[in-house]
């Protein structure tokens, strides 16, 4: 276990700890203790750069199930790091910044942060670990912390809402990602990243290789919120601010994003991973910039803008993928898009991080998000306009800030797609720099609105719930950290070129060189005419948005994914309650007659239909007269209970075919399993006496003959197929026995003679622990049902 | 059942014990000979069920004021923490450890990491089948 293994874990460590000192130092906002986690690990992964700025990569590997081939690899490289850096530096100030948006009394700190380092641990675990396997568990672990952080409000149903919409829509995608992962183990044989990127070349022809595609990238497009599946992430701002911060802009929806980015040489060399990538991107980014306009909420402006940009990184990886794609033309030419997305990447985690704080001050001090409610806060707020200024510029893509770079960058790749030779781009091709064209305008509008609809304009104070004034310096020193670096990268772009950007595009394309220059000025072009072109349209349509706002009532709502999400959520519902009402009629005796009727048809049928079944007296030994008795005395006993009156009776008599199949266990010289069957009959007897202590004497009771006769017809079935079973399992003998390992190791490896019991703690121990768990939530699940009920039951008679 | 068993009462005290002192020989000497955690915990709480029966469900809770659950948490506690140290030693999880030492008078003893983690079974199983027993005996 080295250091790097430790810094993943870190996170879910402290985590442990939280509730305890939450607890004892009350007086302390929890949020203190936290944020030296991710300062610590900033600076720590912030040591690495000089070792990926030299192209080198530090791998870490410690066995976790080596036999599956699982291990827990962590690989730092240019892309890992970065992302490393995005999780812990935007942690450390969204903590910060959490400090003071979350006051200590009013809130259940405890639970925040244990998700919050959750999240973190998982995220880093996302982007650090280079088994497929391992990275799953960490992306699913990312999708409930998440899924928690989003319904941490759980009173209100609408973060009940947000929560489980984003949980079903990311697991779905996060299933069908796994069934890639193991579809390109099935092709590779590995799980390592890093094993099957060298195979990659041979990859392409095999069967597999496209439905492999299409299930991770399922799980990357629900991830970073997709058309069409993006609708939950409007539905996950009614998070705190803090996590909407976090979660979806610097991080969780990145997480997609890095997923596309690392399995890009895998996939790209095949036309359909531009096509996808791109495409998808493309229609994201215009739908989701189309969308924002229309929003009223800030929050909601904020969530259509990230779903937007979202797709214009998703859309450059497209496009970069294709140098890979390509041999015809100058691979070089294609690779602006990779080194594109990198930048904007950054650039995008700086200004939404920001504006996203901006927007949580401004319903902090206000009380609310609505932009009908709000404007004219500049006089209040001049510290909280100038970073919402600084970020919503660079949003639209204005100079001198970073925003405007990438989108020069982005403009470039869009424009070079025109010479690209695969498939139909000649023609279809055109579509790619238009839209892109098009949906920069409407980012430049709602950045517009965002800013000015809020900070400038009548002020109405009478909408308002607080009465505005500038918010707490520990909650502007994150923006304004943000807001500065938006600005240093806007001017001095090269100061990531080298450190940051070029080992992660390497990463990205492993077989190309890369000299990443961005430079401030590129002269008078294409991109900066299209630049002028968004400015003059945008202010245009920001000016008359009144006029045409009605555009957005053309589709009406019945025609939405969200309603197409909600119908067949109810419907689904509906039907599976009907479907569950018809099955589960509450009768013990129905729920038996089911697992029994099955039972004797999948195991019967079977038998026979495999010619499974073999009676073999070849090894039988000799069958002494007192294993007759005692075989008898069981079968008598047993059938005695049909005719007992009492329960108590029947109970005991119960016991005693224990008591007397211990005694087998005794003659074939098994201390171990006598001692146990006799304890457990012990107490299940004592169990069952103290429950039906309380419960009525039977009646006699006269049922159907029909009833009767299926129950008998049904036992008589259960008992002869276990016979059947039982004497075939002895007759068919596949393998050796494994009893030889276990005599052979016992002392050897375990150092213990005792075989029953060093096969529970050692061999098996894994059986045995995820037994006791399972034991511990029965009872959990028996004291929630008996207890909690009375509890309930008090409740509403108190009402 | 308000009846005074005074036979009852007066073994299962003196019972009682037996059985506590053989579930905790049973629980130690089950690396070598029949024993183990899941069965010194079911003797454990057979010994608790004897107390119950002899006595009713507000006595045993006085004398034992555990909570139950607790007991489960601390058990699965112990045996997951057995298998996660081993990570710390860079060998696979809930891979044990043993040595064997000599102490004075009671000679060559050999310690093991698996004895913790049937601990934590010993402490589930106890805490399960009393939860059980407690919640449903209880419910009224």
């Not at chain 2, 119950?52 to 004021?65: H, R």
């Not at chain 2, 112990?78 to 710390?88: M, R």
């Amino acid at each position: 276990m080295s250091l790097l293994h430790l810094a993943i874990i870190s996170p879910f460590l402290l985590a442990i700890f939280i509730p305890i000192l939450f607890k004892v130092f009350r007086r302390v906002h929890t949020g203190w203790f936290v944020l030296t986690l991710p300062v610590l690990l900033f600076s720590y992964f912030l040591s690495f750069i000089s070792i990926t700025s030299a192209q080198q990569t530090v791998t870490k590997s410690f066995a976790w199930i080596p036999s599956l081939g699982i291990d827990f690899t962590v690989k730092v490289d240019g892309l890992a790091l970065l992302f490393a850096l995005l999780i812990t530096g935007i942690g450390s100030l969204v903590v910060l910044y959490s400090v003071y948006y979350l006051q200590k009394d009013k809130e259940q700190l405890n639970n925040f942060y244990v998700y919050l380092l959750l999240f973190m641990g998982a995220m880093l675990g996302v982007v650090l670990s280079d088994n497929l396997i391992v990275l799953y568990t960490f992306w699913e672990f990312t999708s409930f912390s998440s899924f928690l952080l989003i319904g941490y409000w759980y009173k209100r149903e609408k973060s009940r809402y947000g929560a489980k919409k984003s949980m079903l829509i990311t697991v779905f995608g996060g299933l069908s990602m796994l069934g890639g992962i193991i579809l390109l183990y099935v092709m590779t044989g590995t799980f390592s990243i890093s094993a099957i990127i060298q195979q990659s070349n041979e990859l392409f022809t095999n069967h597999l290789f496209i439905p492999a595609m299409l299930c991770i990238l399922l799980g990357a497009f629900t991830k970073s919120a997709q058309f069409p599946f993006h609708i939950w992430l409007p539905d996950a701002m009614e998070a705190p601010t803090p996590v909407s911060a976090y979660l979806h802009s610097a991080t969780m929806v990145k997480a997609g994003i890095y997923l596309v980015a690392r399995m890009s040489p895998v996939f790209a060399e095949t036309a359909l991973w531009v096509w996808l990538v791109a495409g998808v991107g493309i229609v994201t980014l215009f739908w989701g910039s189309f969308s924002a306009v229309k929003q009223t909420d800030l929050k909601g402006i904020l969530a259509f803008s990230t779903i937007s940009q979202l797709g214009m990184i998703m859309t450059l990886l497209g496009i970069g993928g294709a140098a890979l794609h390509l041999d015809s033309i100058n691979n070089s030419y294609y690779m602006v898009a990779t080194v594109a997305a990198v930048f904007h990447l950054i650039n995008h985690a700086t200004f939404k991080g920001a504006l996203f704080m901006v927007v949580g001050i401004v319903d902090h001090e206000t009380g609310t998000r609505d932009i009908r409610k709000l404007g004219g806060l500049m006089p209040f707020m001049p510290i909280t306009f100038t970073v919402a200024i600084i970020g919503t510029f660079s949003m639209a893509g204005l100079p001198p800030f970073n925003g405007f770079l990438s989108k020069e960058m982005f403009f470039t790749a869009m424009v070079r797609v025109l010479s690209m030779d695969i498939l139909n781009m000649e023609t279809i091709g055109i579509l790619f720099p238009v839209i892109a064209w098009i949906a920069s305008i409407f980012t430049f509008v709602y950045s517009m609105i965002l800013v000015f609809k809020t900070f400038s304009g009548k002020f109405q104070p009478e909408k308002l719930k607080k009465k505005p004034h500038e918010a707490p310096i520990g909650m502007l020193i994150p923006p304004i950290v943000l807001a500065s670096l938006v600005i240093a990268f806007g001017f001095f772009p090269n100061v990531l070129s080298n450190t940051i950007i070029s080992p992660a595009v390497s990463a990205i394309m492993p077989d190309f060189a890369v000299d990443v220059h961005i430079s401030f000025w590129h002269g008078f072009n294409t991109e900066l005419y299209m630049t002028i072109g968004v400015i003059a349209i945008g202010f245009l349509l920001y000016k008359t948005y009144p006029k045409w706002r009605e555009v957005y009532k053309i589709f009406p709502e019945k025609l939405s994914l969200n309603h197409l999400y909600d119908g067949a959520l109810n419907k689904t519902e509906m039907v599976s309650r009907r479907i569950t009402s018809s099955i589960l009629t509450g009768s013990s005796r129905t729920y038996l007659l089911y697992l029994f009727i099955f039972f004797i048809l999948i195991l019967g049928s079977t038998l026979f239909i495999k010619d499974a079944f073999k009676f073999d007296t070849s090894n039988i030994s000799n069958i002494h007269i007192a294993e007759v008795i005692l075989a008898v005395g069981i079968c008598i006993v047993a059938i005695s209970i049909l005719f007992v009156k009492s329960r108590l009776t029947s109970i005991i008599l119960l016991g005693a075919v224990g008591y007397s199949v211990s005694l087998f266990f005794v003659i074939y010289r098994a201390p171990d399993l006598a001692l146990t069957q006799l304890v457990i009959e012990t107490i299940s007897v004592a169990l069952f006496l103290l429950c039906f202590y309380h419960l009525p004497k039977l009646k006699k009771r006269e049922e159907r003959i029909s009833f009767k006769l299926t129950n008998a017809l049904i036992s008589v079935g259960v008992g002869a197929l276990v016979i059947l079973i039982g004497l075939s399992a002895h007759s068919n003998k596949l393998f050796d026995s494994i009893a030889h390992y276990y005599i052979e190791n016992t002392y050897k490896e375990a150092a213990g003679k005792n075989m029953v019991n060093v096969i529970l703690v050692d061999f098996r121990g894994l059986d045995t622990m995820f037994e006791i768990t399972v034991l511990a939530i029965a009872a959990i699940g028996i004291f929630g049902l008996i207890k909690l009920r009375l509890k309930g039951g008090k409740k509403t008679e108190n009402k | 059942m308000k009846t005074n068993d005074v036979i009852l009462q007066t073994t299962t005290k003196i019972v009682l014990f037996i059985i506590l002192i053989f579930s905790v020989f049973i629980f130690f000497t089950g690396h070598y000979t029949p024993g183990g955690g899941f069965i010194g915990g079911l003797l454990t709480s057979g010994a608790i069920v004897l107390l119950l029966l002899a006595f009713d469900l507000k006595t045993v809770k006085k004398i034992l004021p555990f909570n139950f659950l607790h007991m489960i948490a601390t058990g699965l506690l112990f045996s997951i923490g057995t298998g996660a140290g081993a990570l710390i030693f860079n060998v696979p999880f809930l891979t044990h450890a043993f040595t064997h030492i000599d102490i004075p008078i009671l000679g060559d003893l050999s310690l093991h990491t698996a004895t913790i983690f049937d601990l934590g079974v010993f402490l589930v199983v106890v805490g399960v089948t009393m939860t059980i027993i407690q919640t449903i005996g209880g419910d009224e």
